[in-house]
């Protein structure tokens, strides 16, 4: 069975400073992927960032990035230049692929707070 | 276009009561999720659909659960003889198919007083 672990239940970080959120997982697959959700007040989760397990090459949406190490079993998310908007909780997620049922594995959150 | 929808937004009901809640996915999305989200935790899986059926009900906790989902479209998730335990979101999610990002929408928070 799959876990996906989250060790900082809550994380502050200035305006327009960086924060990086650690993630890390356990499984006995080669082939799977790795997702950071963020979930506002709103309750809505909304994706951030996508990783293929096969691709050596970091994913990065604008500025957001991640920092995969797959022998580590380790998959950190990293925020610059971070904005108000950005206070949310966030998960890790993990799916095994090639999935039958789409299921995601979700670790237990990260609350993080931009302070102004 | 429209996002997945959720209604209610809030139930409060007693112990021991019956509850449906909807869920109304992208239009096009052949695979829908339900999961559940107690306070603090991340989201647990319950049941995926893949147009009609249940491809897998894995993640229903007991048979006080059940889901629906009829013309390949809108789900229902039912509760019957709702406990204090059974409090948490509800979230639905659709996506084009099982490989495909998956689209939440904002969940139903369940109260069972």
């Known amino acids: 069975a799959q876990t996906v672990t989250q060790s900082q239940p809550e994380m502050s970080v200035q305006e327009a400073e960086t924060v990086t959120l650690s993630c890390t997982y356990d499984t006995s697959e080669n082939n799977y992927y790795l997702f950071w959700y963020k979930q506002p007040p709103s309750r809505q989760m909304i994706l951030v960032i996508r990783q293929e397990a096969y691709k050596q090459q970091n994913a990065t949406e604008n500025r957001f990035s991640v920092n995969f190490q797959k022998a580590a079993k380790s998959f950190s998310l990293k925020i610059s230049d971070s904005q108000l908007g950005d206070t949310a909780m966030y998960f890790c997620a993990f799916m095994k692929r090639p999935s039958n049922t789409g299921k995601l594995i979700f670790g237990q959150g990260t609350t993080l707070q931009v302070k102004p | 276009g429209a996002g997945v929808s959720q209604t209610p937004s809030n139930k409060v009901t007693e112990k021991g009561k019956y509850v449906e809640l909807r869920c109304d996915p992208i239009s096009g999305h052949t695979a829908l999720y339900w999961y559940r989200q107690s306070l603090g935790q991340g989201p647990e899986f319950l049941i995926y659909?893949?147009?009609?059926?249940?491809?897998?009900d894995s993640g229903l906790p007991n048979d006080r659960f059940f889901a629906v989902r009829p013309e390949g479209s809108v789900s229902t998730l039912k509760i019957q003889r709702t406990e204090r335990g059974d409090s948490a979101v509800y979230l639905c999610?659709?996506?084009?198919?099982?490989?495909?990002?998956?689209?939440f929408g904002n969940g139903t928070r369940l109260t069972v007083t």
């Open positions: 659909f893949q147009g009609t059926g249940a491809a897998d």
């Open positions: 999610a659709s996506s084009v198919d099982r490989d495909s990002p998956l689209h």
